[in-house]
């Protein structure tokens, strides 16, 4: 309500139907029990979205650009799977089936058109160090340039030499399990479990979740993981042989252990790692430069792998300077086997970090490109696409995969309009299992350990940035190095909560200490802004502005308060009570005949000592136009602060109040019981409020 000298109308709220939620929920349950054919077909056809998409896809307009970008992204895949799995721990041929299972699951149930779901450098990571601490929990060695088997019969001679090298029963696992074996049993376990707290928080709605993975704290981890992953790598690019280091500290731990055995570098890795990282990096910067002219990226990571896998052959550079290399990959499917339930029991902890990293990855990549492509996705179906890509391929010997924005990026510019891409990606990493994956029995370890580290790029670039990002927004720098640093020193999953739960303070701290200002009025006109931060703002006469940039609640009640009477230059308590110690003084000279006060003056004089000279105003007016919302302690802070200044014969009106903050006022009775005085209490504009301050008399008996 607003009374002014020029204006008088009420603002009546509009009656709402009061919702019985018992009844609505018992009818939306009955409804979602209810099986009918029209509902089952609904059902089924959301669940697997390409029912929907794939009947109505034009086969002429989209066809040629699906198979271009299918052919690209499996040429790109094969060298990254193959790379991939020395972060994960485990042998290529697992890096090939998740690739594979991926991409037909997501273009099944997936529902955006473009984004790139397989293995991802920051999963397989994640991955690889749960599966590294369960091998050294085991009793495995972690040393993986042992001599590999040969043959199509490698997994089974492995399994084999395995249990003649350590003859153990582990977690329920048979005896006759090495040490292979036992780490695909743990990655098919955690990515089981990854799978299941996905699909679950799909069934609940609590895709919600990921909206705490600020942008900061995805790049900080992203950059964080990208340190550690460079520094797994090292080893590999240098050809030294130390231990793989766990736990908290690997990458100062591994730098550490590097530098000691700097002096047992293989010069035949050292040589080829230069080489090919100048001519991956030059090929990438080429293709950065010159994108616009291209039709397609050039195939640079596979061309590197033939021909380097062409000279170790045929130089025998394994034979003659002991250059670690890939060993056999067999051909083929291995059967599905169930993922290990006591398995699941020691990894359920570590599976929630990857299921909510990987879900965000995927999830935010869809929007991004549904946004610039101009299609709706469904987060909640993403959730269980990417779920149920973890929970299938698990039965067939495969670990957790998401979305990856590099790949994601090249299939966008190679034509890609649906996810039949997705297919044909599958089918030529199939080719691969089936026919052509013991022909890179040679590639030297050197040159996988040079792609990872040339893919990080991107990634690794972020540091560039550090300045412009802090002259944008200090905090979300403050964010992102914190992640980081946590992500790079302690461990990736310590660093992702660190994250979360930094990223959530700064957003308690800037509601605990938010913006305070006085306002001043924008001459001839009836707006208001901050004085401190604006010039040639008048002060209107005998009127406080007060502004509070945040909500009102239990944590900032303090520093509200404390604001309130910095700016206002007045504590009502404070000159309250000293104005009860002067009328106490008053009574005891009185009562000794004194008719002087304790500061020597005259009775009639003392009333001018009562308030100091600097109360320079009748009426505090609060804009609540950034106050979002007020608990039962913000209603109480303010019925304090006008029960305080109307001690001392200052009105406080209440301006810009929206809807929910007027509802809690009213229940806190700040009002009083019949809100008989909230037209004189509440005003919808500061303007009207100064108005309807500047009609106001001064009381008779007001000492200001």
């Not at 460079?230 to 280091?245: C, D, F, M, N």
């Not at 007020?630 to 602060?641: P, W």
Request: net charge positive.
């Amino acid at each position: 309500m607003e009374n002014s000298t020029s204006s008088f109308f009420i603002m009546e709220r509009k009656t709402h139907v009061k919702i019985n939620r018992k009844k609505v929920m018992l009818a939306k349950l009955r409804k979602s029990c209810s099986c009918t054919p029209q509902k089952l077909k609904n059902f089924v056809m959301d669940f697997f979205p390409v029912l929907r998409w794939l009947p109505k896809y034009r086969c002429k307009e989209y066809v040629w650009g699906d198979i271009m970008s299918g052919l690209v992204i499996g040429i790109i895949l094969v060298p990254q799977a193959i790379a991939y799995s020395l972060l994960a721990g485990l042998k290529p041929i697992y890096s090939l089936y998740t690739s594979f299972f991926a991409n037909i699951i997501y273009f099944l149930m997936g529902t955006s058109r473009h984004v790139s779901v397989g293995i991802f450098s920051l999963i397989s990571l994640m991955v690889g160090q749960v599966v590294d601490r369960e091998l050294l929990l085991a009793g495995f060695d972690l040393n993986d340039d042992a001599p590999p088997a040969l043959g199509d019969g490698f997994l089974q001679n492995d399994r084999l030499s395995n249990k003649t090298a350590f003859n153990l029963t582990i977690a329920g696992i048979n005896a006759e399990c090495g040490k292979e074996c036992y780490a695909i049993g743990i990655a098919t376990a955690l990515t089981f479990v990854a799978g299941v707290y996905q699909v679950l928080m799909g069934i609940f709605r609590l895709g919600f979740v990921s909206m705490y993975l600020s942008e900061s704290v995805l790049d900080g981890f992203a950059t964080g993981a990208s340190l550690t992953i460079l520094t797994a790598q090292v080893k590999y690019l240098i050809g030294i042989k130390i231990p793989r280091s766990q736990g908290h500290g690997m990458l100062v731990i591994t730098w550490i252990n590097i530098f000691r055995n700097i002096s047992q570098a293989n010069l035949c890795d050292v040589i080829t790692s230069a080489i090919c990282i100048v001519v991956l990096v030059t090929a990438k910067e080429l293709g950065d430069r010159y994108k616009h002219k291209l039709k397609f990226p050039l195939p640079t990571e596979l061309v590197v792998i033939v021909v380097a896998t062409l000279v170790s052959h045929y130089g025998k550079l394994n034979e003659v300077y002991a250059s670690s290399v890939s060993g056999a990959i067999p051909t083929g499917f291995i059967p599905p086997e169930v993922p290990q339930f006591n398995l699941m029991l020691r990894v359920a902890v570590d599976a929630l970090p990857l299921a909510l990293v990987s879900f965000a990855f995927t999830v935010s990549l869809s929007e991004m490109f549904a946004k610039k492509y101009a299609y709706t996705i469904r987060a909640n179906q993403e959730m269980f696409a990417v779920g149920f890509c973890n929970i299938i391929p698990s039965f067939f010997h495969s670990f957790a995969t998401s979305a990856a924005l590099a790949k994601t990026l090249v299939k966008t510019s190679t034509g890609c309009q649906t996810q039949v891409s997705g297919v044909i990606s599958a089918m030529v990493v199939l080719l691969v299992l089936l026919f052509l994956a013991p022909l890179f029995y040679s590639l030297q370890k050197c040159v996988l350990a040079c792609i990872i580290i040339v893919s990080l790029r991107g990634a690794l670039r972020k540091f560039r940035d550090v300045p412009a990002r802090y002259r944008v927004n200090k905090v979300d720098t403050l964010v992102w190095v914190i992640t980081t640093s946590a992500s790079a020193l302690v461990s990736t999953e310590v660093g992702l909560l660190v994250g979360i739960v930094f990223s959530i303070l700064c957003i308690v701290v800037r509601t605990q200490r938010p913006r305070t200002a006085l306002l001043g009025q924008i001459r001839d006109t009836g707006f208001y802004e901050d004085d401190f931060e604006y010039e040639n703002l008048s002060t209107v006469p005998k009127v406080k502005i007060f502004r509070f940039e945040a909500p009102l609640y239990y944590a900032n009640k303090n520093y509200f308060l404390k604001s309130l009477y910095r700016l206002t230059n007045l504590d009502p308590n404070l000159e309250a009570a000293r104005r009860k110690k002067y009328e106490k003084k008053e009574k005891q000279h009185l009562q000794k005949g004194d008719h002087r006060t304790a500061n020597g003056l005259g009775i009639g004089e003392t009333t001018l000592q009562l308030v100091p000279k600097q109360i320079d105003f009748q009426t505090l007016v609060v804009d609540c136009s950034s106050i979002s919302f007020l608990d039962t302690t913000g209603v109480n802070t303010l019925k304090e602060i006008l029960k305080d200044y109307k001690n001392l014969n200052i009105s406080v009106l209440l301006a810009c109040c929206n809807p929910s903050v007027i509802d809690s006022l009213k229940r806190g009775g700040y009002f009083g019981k019949d809100f008989g005085s909230m037209q004189e209490m509440l005003f919808y504009s500061i303007h009207n409020a100064v108005l309807f301050a500047k009609d106001q008399k001064l009381p008779a008996d007001c000492s200001v």
